[in-house]
């Protein structure tokens, strides 16, 4: 098996900034930076939202992207692209649950990782 190759693209370099109320969430600004660190004026600043949604099993992230040009148009745009969010997040829980609800589960096709059967593990023993 061979290592997997990590390394630093340095012509896609940001500088990651994040502001937050401490209420709703959290803003991430992206500034692209080049190699030597200094601002890359060729490529553009990105904006990104992060809010939890509450659910029965507890907090859901929702990560989205806010195409602005300003933190302050961030700031204006950050409940509506939440709410889509939130929506589209919803909807996807909503299908996993019909894919879940339609599976059909048949007696002795239960899956499984084949090869050879399990058998008696290790010397605890149940009577």
Same mark, same amino acid.
């Given at each position: 098996?061979?290592?997997?190759?990590v390394?630093?693209n @340095? *012509?896609e370099?940001?500088?990651?900034?994040? &502001?937050?109320?401490?209420?709703?969430? #959290?803003?991430?600004?992206?500034? $692209?930076?080049?190699?030597?660190?200094? @601002? *890359?004026?060729?490529?553009?600043?990105?904006? &990104?939202?992060?809010a939890?949604?509450? #659910?029965?099993?507890?907090?859901? $992230?929702?990560?989205?992207?806010?195409?602005? *040009?300003?933190?302050a148009?961030a700031?204006?745009?950050?409940a509506?692209?939440?709410k889509?969010?939130?929506?589209?997040t919803?909807?996807e829980?909503?299908?996993?649950?019909?894919?879940?609800?339609?599976?059909?589960?048949?007696?002795?096709?239960?899956?499984?990782?084949?090869?050879?059967?399990?058998g008696?593990?290790?010397?605890?023993?149940?009577?």
């Amino acid at each position: 098996m061979t290592e997997p190759e990590v390394t630093m693209n @340095p *012509d896609e370099l940001y500088l990651e900034e994040i &502001f937050t109320d401490q209420k709703v969430g #959290t803003i991430r600004r992206l500034t $692209p930076m080049n190699k030597d660190g200094q @601002p *890359d004026s060729n490529r553009k600043v990105l904006f &990104f939202g992060q809010a939890q949604m509450m #659910t029965p099993a507890g907090a859901l $992230p929702l990560n989205f992207e806010l195409e602005v *040009d300003t933190l302050a148009d961030a700031c204006a745009k950050f409940a509506d692209e939440a709410k889509v969010a939130m929506e589209r997040t919803i909807e996807e829980l909503k299908e996993y649950r019909r894919q879940q609800a339609s599976s059909i589960v048949v007696p002795g096709q239960e899956g499984g990782m084949g090869g050879m059967p399990g058998g008696p593990g290790g010397k605890i023993q149940l009577r």
